[in-house]
């Protein structure tokens, strides 16, 4: 009675086919079985939904699950930001204190060192931002479920 329709998606079959198919499942000559059963409830769904994209109730609760994607990428952003800011700051100073000791400018030295620290603590204050969005994308979506 499903041959052809499963795997299927619902919303490329014309209307006429998909009521046809319905007629045929509310009318069965033996009891539904579950893969049939199935069939009819997202052919209901889709008659019933035309606007929705998806096949069946269910899709449309786990999309409101996930994240949204441009919050992702600002978060995979900040934090290849604080491990760019931290190398490079990292590189940089210490070829500064490098060429501060050849050269025996003790100044120049503690410079490198500061520089060093600054760019570790802003790196990792990114990283920290990013961690924090995670989270609070993360306690958004825990009490929109509840």
Do not use: H
Not at 66 to 87: C, F, M
Not at 105 to 122: K, M
Not at 123 to 128: A, E, F
């Amino acid at each position: 009675m499903i041959r052809g329709w499963t795997g299927k998606n619902l919303r490329e079959k014309l209307k006429g086919d998909l009521e046809d198919k319905l007629k045929e499942l509310n009318n069965p000559s033996e009891g539904l079985n579950y893969e049939e059963e199935a069939l009819r409830e997202k052919i209901m769904f889709v008659l019933n939904n035309p606007d929705t994209e998806s096949d069946s109730p269910n899709d449309d609760n786990d999309s409101n699950r996930s994240t949204p994607k441009a919050s992702t990428s600002v978060e995979d952003n900040l934090d290849i930001l604080g491990n760019v800011v931290i190398s490079l700051g990292a590189f940089s100073c210490s070829i500064l204190i490098l060429v501060a000791m050849i050269e025996e400018q003790f100044f120049f030295v503690i410079w490198g060192f500061v520089g060093i620290l600054s760019s570790l603590i802003s790196g990792y204050i990114l990283k920290g931002l990013s961690k924090i969005i995670i989270l609070l994308t993360a306690s958004q979506v825990s009490n929109n479920d509840t």
